[in-house]
């Protein structure tokens, strides 16, 4: 391992990536327990208003997606994605602020939340696209590992940290945190020693989005992926977004307990993580889509409230299946879709992927109080089971390989 390592680090940029990712997602840690209970703790909020807020960067997110794809495969995609930092992170104080000197409302948090999507619709494609500009297709496995470990490094500090934040000095401080770790990060990457490849004169950004589509339908096992990811993430998102918080509500211990939980995703993430840097992967996406398929049981320990050592276990093997997924999938695309065109295909992956994830979200809060949170985790869980195992009837999800 110490020696890929060095092999990655003698890549120019590769260090500041990878330093960049960890800054980043310590934030990133922190945000989701800030956000959900700084929601839950205005005056007279429910699930409602937390499906709210949580959705409102989704939709934004996605309406500019392609057009995202279309930048980051015309300009350098590293100052796309610094750039969506630093600004990201003003979004981020303004939240942080109005949550410290008491002046917050659910629309203010929301309206913070659509505009940060619309950075984010840039950001995601260009951030997919930089490390092929880094290392050689060969390296790509190694390092979306390296860089998935130093992410959920970050996330698990992030989170225990976010936890007592939360709990002690209130969520406002907790943003603020997420704020400064974005701006940090966004410096990093921009200043990054990536040139960039000269691109060639586009005719126009139809021309462009025609290209990437042509090239996002070539290839069944994308398709796949991406319906059965479509699902996927629905329930993924709105138990992590919305039906996690609720199932721990309250006010004092809630932060902890879910921070615990969210921990315990990021240490599974973090052991898939040094287990794909360590194994050559056969068949990548059929294994990928077994662990996918097993990382319900999180879900399922939730619905069911068994103790809290056992909840965590299952955000550890759920965290394990999801981080296996992110390289094989990330190594997977890189490996076999052009260079110029990687970023457009990723955009309509990214939007066909999260398409219904916002109607998840909006709907979990309000289904939750109606059925109860146990019922609609169940619910969840059992999507994603049939999901994941529905695509592996494909046959060119089963047998790719990225040699």
């Known amino acids: 391992m110490l020696t890929q390592l060095k092999d990655l680090k003698a890549h120019h940029g590769f260090t500041g990536l990878a330093i960049s990712r960890f800054i980043s997602n310590v934030g990133n840690g922190v945000s989701p327990i800030a956000l959900a209970y700084g929601v839950l703790s205005l005056p007279g909020s429910t699930g409602k208003d937390l499906s709210i807020v949580m959705a409102a960067r989704f939709v934004p997110l996605l309406a ?102 939360v709990s002690t000095v209130g969520a406002g401080w907790g943003l603020l945190v997420d704020a400064i770790s974005f701006f940090i990060a966004g410096v990093i990457v921009w200043y990054l020693p ?37 699902l996927i993430n629905m329930a993924f998102e709105s138990m992590l977004s919305v ?68 909840s965590v276990i299952a955000a550890v093997i759920s ?29 309509y992956d990214t939007l066909g992927s999260f398409g219904i994830a916002p109607l998840g979200i909006v709907i979990a809060g309000p289904l939750a109080m109606h059925f109860g949170v146990n019922t609609i985790l169940i619910v969840t869980g059992i999507t994603t089971l049939i999901a994941a195992v529905a695509s592996l009837l494909v046959p060119s999800v089963r047998n790719l390989r990225n040699d």
């Open 64 to 165: 500019f997606m392609l057009f995202g794809g279309v930048l980051a495969d015309r300009f350098q995609r590293n100052r796309l994605v610094g750039g969506s930092d630093m600004i990201g992170s003003f979004l981020a104080a303004v939240s942080a602020i109005s949550l410290i000197a008491g002046f917050s409302s659910t629309w203010l948090l929301a309206l913070m939340g659509a505009l940060f999507g619309i950075l984010n619709a840039i950001w995601w494609p260009a951030m997919s696209g930089v490390l092929p500009e880094i290392l050689p297709k060969e390296k790509l496995q190694e390092g979306n590992a390296v860089i998935g470990l130093l992410t959920n490094f970050g996330y698990i500090v992030g989170t225990l940290g976010g936890g007592i934040l």
């Open 194 to 230: 990536i040139i960039g490849k000269i691109k060639d004169k586009s005719p126009g950004i139809i021309h462009d989005l025609a290209v990437g589509w042509k090239e996002f339908i070539s290839r069944s096992w994308v398709i796949a992926m991406v319906v059965a990811f479509a």
């Open 243 to 310: 039906l996690g918080p609720l199932n721990f509500s309250d006010p004092i211990s809630g932060p902890k307990q879910w921070s615990y939980n969210l921990a315990g995703l990021s240490v599974g993430m973090l052991i898939g993580g040094i287990w794909v840097l360590k194994v050559k992967i056969g068949r990548p996406l059929f294994l990928a889509m077994i662990l996918i398929s097993l990382s319900a049981v999180w879900d399922f320990a939730l619905a069911f409230d068994v103790p809290m050592f056992f």
């Open 319 to 347: 965290g394990i299946s999801l981080e296996v997924f992110m390289v094989t999938w990330n190594t997977s695309l890189q490996s076999h879709v052009p260079e110029e065109s990687y970023s457009r295909v990723s955009s």
